[in-house]
């Protein structure tokens, strides 16, 4: 009978222990997202605004712990909300429009890309539901063409600051 329940506890906890990891690592895992759709009814997280009835690059952004999107009408609201350092912290993935796969116009939401790896045109004469915005590629060729076509100059994610913002 001692034997038995000695196997017992000992089978336990085998059982538990992985179990237990998986619950600590629950809180820390980052699960990886994909982008979503923006629907007729989205609305900007930042400006409110509803975003599939203007053109240009939308934004989507996915904190840790969260599994729901937040959506942007604009690169530059998707940025002014990303810089502001208690949101970039939170932060776990960015999507962006890739502009050379999709229209300015009516971007297609198949085409969304990551955003930390992107290149983008500033000072562009295109407009985005903001006005003024960056342009969004997912290579530099394709921003290159584009600046090349409507102006402006490439700069990467790592460049953009407040300070850029506001100077659009
Ligand atoms: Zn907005
Ligand atoms: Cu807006």
Redesign the pocket.
Known sequence: MLILIKKWTKALSIIALPLMLLACGDKTVEVAHLAVKIESGDE?HL?G?LIIQFGGPKGEIFNKRTTKAKKF??TR?LFSYYLQPENTRQIQQIFVHDMAQTPWDKPNDEHFIDAKTAWYVKDHNQRG??GATLASFSNKQDAQTFAHEFGGSLITFAQIDFDLLANL
């Open positions: 900007c400006c605004m009408c604009s609201d539901s903001m």
